[in-house]
């Protein structure tokens, strides 16, 4: 099975930019996997800010984007807030699967 | 507007079968595959599998000797059975339609305990 991986932990100051990315151990990441985020805070459910790599769900706020960055998928945040401190997952879909990355902790501080 | 609604036995004990069923309200429920994630106490998701309303299955390699989903498309529901449980299993348990991921279940904890 394939493993996702994520960047275990970042910071981002109030008001700045950082991205947070997910890779695949079976090579480039392409459109093909139709990238997944969502963001989890603690003690709530996990909810769904990208999907199929660069689409918004209607409550995902503008500041949040999805691309492909380097044989990765990307999230994007800019102009950090401090409600966006969170977890956030990445999702990838393989053929007859599909696997969670493992998780990035994004401090706001 | 889509809504899900899990249920479920919440303590089970090693050895046993974890048995827990969504049913799907408003929108079409044959247009889409339907989708069942866990998540251990403090740690991260994991995707278990997905079942469409013809019954055409995906799951995870490392479950799927144990993960029975079905569905019952005259009640709009469908269902995850995940056999010999044990402590690993201890998660909350979520139901979601697989398009775009949304929208998802209320979750539900099932604890594996002696």
């Known amino acids: 099975q394939a493993v996702v991986t994520q960047e275990p932990s970042l910071t981002v100051s109030p008001g700045g930019t950082v991205t947070l990315t997910c890779g695949s151990s079976t090579g480039g990441v392409t459109s093909g996997h139709y990238p997944y985020w969502f963001q989890q805070k603690p003690g709530q459910a996990p909810r769904t800010l990208i999907y199929?790599?660069?689409n918004k769900h209607s409550w995902t706020p503008a500041r949040f984007s999805g691309s492909l960055l380097g044989g990765k998928a990307a999230l994007t945040l800019s102009g950090a807030q401090p409600e966006d401190e969170a977890e956030y997952y990445c999702l990838l879909s393989y053929i007859g699967a599909k696997v969670f990355g493992g998780g990035t902790k994004l401090t706001v501080l | 507007q889509v809504q899900l609604q899990q249920w479920g036995a919440g303590l089970l004990k090693p050895s046993e079968t974890l048995s827990l069923t969504c049913a799907v309200y408003?929108?079409?429920?044959?247009?889409?595959?339907w989708s069942w994630i866990r998540q251990p106490p403090g740690k991260g998701l994991e995707w278990i599998g997905e079942?469409?309303?013809?019954?055409?299955?995906n799951s995870n390699p490392s479950l799927k000797s144990r993960v029975t989903i079905s569905v019952d498309t005259s009640k709009s529901q469908f269902s995850l059975r995940l056999s010999s449980v044990t402590a690993a299993d201890t998660a909350v348990y979520y139901c979601?339609?697989?398009?775009?991921?949304?929208?998802w279940g209320q979750g539900t904890l099932v604890t594996v305990s002696s």
């Open positions: 079942i469409n309303h013809s019954g055409s299955t």
């Open positions: 199929d790599t660069s």
């Open positions: 408003g929108g079409s429920f044959s247009d889409y595959y």
């Open positions: 979601a339609r697989a398009s775009r991921l949304d929208p």
